[in-house]
């Protein structure tokens, strides 16, 4: 399993950016996965932003709720996350990943940096 996430960089408070995460590898079953974004601040845990089920249900933490929108492709292979309105607390390198349970590989993620 291989996932390459993309799509991060600098960007001014109430900005937005969109990150791609392409997974491939042994994939066969992604349609079947649901899929999350996480994020990591050094020094601290890595945790789930925002997750999508296999039918395209959707979950948010509080944090990010009506500003972050995940969505998936299956015939890409591709799970997204559009982030508006950005803060500096949502500064962070992000992941996606396999939910609730992981794959054992996370990528080297993607980092995001909102200045304020």
């Known amino acids: 399993v291989q996932l390459q996430a993309s799509g991060g960089g600098l960007v001014q408070a109430g900005g937005s950016l969109r990150l791609s995460c392409v997974a491939s590898?042994?994939?066969?079953?992604?349609?079947?996965?649901?899929m999350g974004w996480y994020r990591q601040v050094p020094g601290k845990q890595r945790d789930l932003v925002a997750s999508i089920t296999r039918t395209s249900s959707t979950n948010y933490v509080d944090s990010v709720k009506g500003r972050f929108t995940i969505s998936r492709d299956n015939a890409k292979n591709t799970v997204y996350l559009q982030m508006n309105s950005l803060k500096p607390e949502d500064t962070a390198v992000y992941y996606c990943n396999r939910w609730p349970t992981p794959w054992d590989f996370w990528g080297q993620g993607t980092q995001v940096t909102v200045s304020s």
């Open positions: 590898g042994s994939i066969f079953s992604f349609s079947f996965n649901s």
